[in-house]
C-alpha cells in the first residue's frame, strides 16, 4: 500500500475525522470483493435553487466566541463614533466586524467580499446586508493615526488575554521584520531591504510575536525604505510594556532578535524594562579578530574521538553586556563563520545581557526564534498581509491590523475548539475543519437562527 510522501502514520484518519467524513474503506472492500467505480456526470443535475446554502457554517461558532470576547462592544466603543451622522447605514465598526469575518472565512482580498456577499449566514451576520465594496474602501481611508493606534493595541490585547490567563513564569518575545513587495503606486511604497525582488517598492513592517501563545502582540507597517534604527525604541518598548502588564513583575521576559538591533541605544532600553534579550552579534572584523584570538573556549559536548563539537566563550563585553561565542561543528547554516583552519566548526556571536546562563544556553534560547519565520509566512500565505487594498497607506495599515486581529482571534478561537483540531495544525488546515463547513440555515424560535452542518458520517461500509 502506497503513502503520501512526507505524510505521517495515521494523518489522513485524523484529518478526516476532524471534518467529520468518511474514513478510507479500502480493507473492508477488498475483503467484500468490490472495486469503486466513477459515476457517470450525466447523473447529475445541478440546480441554484437553494437559498439557505452556506459555505462557512462555522462562522456562526466563530462569531458567538467573538461576543463573548467582547469583540463587537470594543470595536463599537472605540469606532462606533467615526460614522455618527443619523443617515449612516453601514456603522464603522460593524465594517471593521465584517472585515474580520472575511478575513477568517479565507479572504484574504477586500474583493473576496463579493463572492461571500451571496452567502445566506454572512449576509446575516453582516447585519442583513452586505456593503459595497466602494463603501469599504472609503470606510477604510476614514481612520487617522489615533484610531490606527487604537486598532493596534485591541488586536495586541486579543493576543495577550490568553497570557493574563496563564501566568507564565517564563515568556519569550521574538522581533522581527518581513518584506510585503508591492507592485503598483501605493504610497510609501519605497525601495529598500529587499532579498528576492531588488529594488522593487514594497513595506517594511515591523512584528512582535509570543511564541508561548502563538499571538503577535505588537504590530507596525512602515515605508519599504524604513530600517530597525533608533525611531523604533519607543514603540518595541511600549510593546514590551504591555507584554509586563499582562504577565505580571514576576515572570522571565526574553526578548530576541537578529543583529539590526545590535546597537547600545537599543540594549540600553531593554536592559531597563528589566528584560532579558538574546541577540544576534555584528560579525564585523573587530569582533570576529577577538573571536579567532580566543583561547580559552569552554567545551560542552565531544564527538566519539573526543574532539569537541560545541563550545562557547565570552569574547568581549559591550559595557554591561557580554558577547558570547558559540562554536560548533554540527551548524553550517545561517551566517556562521568558519575561523578556523584545523578545527571543522563554524561560529555565531549573541550579545546578552544574561550574565549567568553559560553561552549554549544562550544560543538555545535564540535559535527557539526560528518559529517566528513560520509565523510569518503563515500570515503572508494564510492570512494575506502582503496584499494591500488601497493607493492610501492609512487604509493598507487599518486592513494589516484587522488580519493580524483576525490572526489571533482564530488561534483563540482555535484553541478553544481543540477537541476537534490538533494543536499544531496551520490556518489552511484549521479554517477548513472549523469555518469553512457546509451547511444550510433555518429560521429557529422566536428571532433566531439554526444553522444545520453534516453530522458524524457513517464509518460502515455502504450495502
Known sequence: MTTIANSPPGTNKVRRRVHKCKPALGHQLQKAGRRIHRPSPSRF???????TATGVAGLAEFAQFARDCHVDKGLRDAFGSVKDHHLTVYPMDSVLRMLIDVNVAGEGRVFGLEA???????????????PSLDVVYDDLCRLDDDHIRHLETMMAAFGLAELQALRPTELDVDIDTTVEPLF?????????????????????????????????????LRPGNTGFG???????????QRVRQSVGPDCLVRVRIDSAAAFPDFLDALDREGVFFSIKARMDRKLVAKISACRRWTTVDVDDLGRPTLQYATVSRQGAYRVVAVRSS??????????WDDLDLTVQAYVTNDRDNPGDVIQRHYDGRAEVEPIIGELKYGWAIGKV??????ANHVLFLIKLMSFNLFRAFTRWSQNRVPPRWRTPWCRRALICRPGHITRGPGRTWVVHVNPPADARVPP
Request: overall charge neutral.
Open 45 to 51: 443535475r445541478v440546480k441554484a435553487d437553494d437559498q
Open 116 to 130: 461571500l456577499a451571496a452567502d445566506p449566514l454572512f449576509i446575516e451576520l453582516a447585519g442583513g446586508s452586505v
Open 330 to 339: 554540527e551548524r553550517y547554516t545561517g551566517g556562521q563563520l568558519a575561523l
Open 389 to 394: 487594498p488601497s493607493k492610501v497607506f492609512s
Open 230 to 240: 533608533r525611531e523604533e525604541i519607543p514603540t518595541v518598548i511600549r510593546w514590551l
Open 184 to 220: 503598483g503606486q501605493q504610497e510609501n511604497a519605497l525601495p529598500g531591504p529587499n532579498p528576492r525582488y531588488h529594488g522593487r517598492p514594497s513595506f517594511h513592517p515591523i512584528l512582535a510575536f509570543c511564541p508561548q501563545v502563538q499571538s503577535v502582540v505588537g504590530a507596525l
